[in-house]
Nanobody, 125 residues
Framework: QVQLVESGGGLVQAGGSLRLSCAAS?????????MGWFRQAPGKEREFVAA????????YYAGSVKGRFTISRDNTKNMVYLQMDSLKPDDTAVYYC?????????????????WGQGTQVTVSS
C-alpha cells in the first residue's frame, strides 16, 4: 500500500504563487514510483496537471499549466512538490497527489495509481 498526504493549499490572489507538498509512505512505496498531481474543479472531471519519473529525468505537464507550474521531488524524503506561479482563477480546484508504477504517460492517464485526499487551492480575481 501507498499513502499520500498533501499540504500547502490555500487562498491566493490571481498572479500569486503557492507550493504544494506531498508526503509518500507505505510498505510498497519506493523512489521508482512516478509521482504526479491532478486537480478537480467544482462540477468538472478530475484532470492531469503534472508528473515526474522516479529519477526525475522525465516530466510531463498539462498544456494549461506548462510554463507556470513546476513539479519536483526529493527522493531522500519521499516528497513531491508542485510550485504554482502566475496563478489564475481557473486554477481553483482540489489538488490531488498521485503515485504509480510504470511510465509517466500511464500515471498521467490516471490509471492504476494511488491518490491522496486532496488539498484545496482557491485563486481569487
Amino acid at each position: 500500500q501507498v499513502q499520500l498526504v498533501e499540504s500547502g493549499g490555500g487562498l491566493v490572489q490571481a498572479g500569486g504563487s503557492l507550493r504544494l507538498s506531498c508526503a509518500a509512505s507505505g510498505s510498497t512505496f519506493s523512489s521508482s514510483y512516478v509521482m504526479g498531481w491532478f486537480r478537480q474543479a467544482p462540477g468538472k472531471e478530475r484532470e492531469f496537471v503534472a508528473a515526474m519519473s522516479g529519477s526525475g529525468s522525465t516530466t510531463y505537464y498539462a498544456g494549461s499549466v506548462k510554463g507556470r507550474f513546476t513539479i519536483s521531488r526529493d527522493n531522500t524524503k519521499n516528497m513531491v512538490y508542485l510550485q504554482m506561479d502566475s496563478l489564475k482563477p481557473d486554477d481553483t480546484a482540489v489538488y490531488y497527489c498521485a503515485a504509480g508504477r510504470g511510465s509517466v504517460a500511464m500515471v498521467a492517464s490516471g490509471s492504476n495509481i494511488y491518490w491522496g485526499q486532496g488539498t484545496q487551492v482557491t485563486v481569487s480575481s
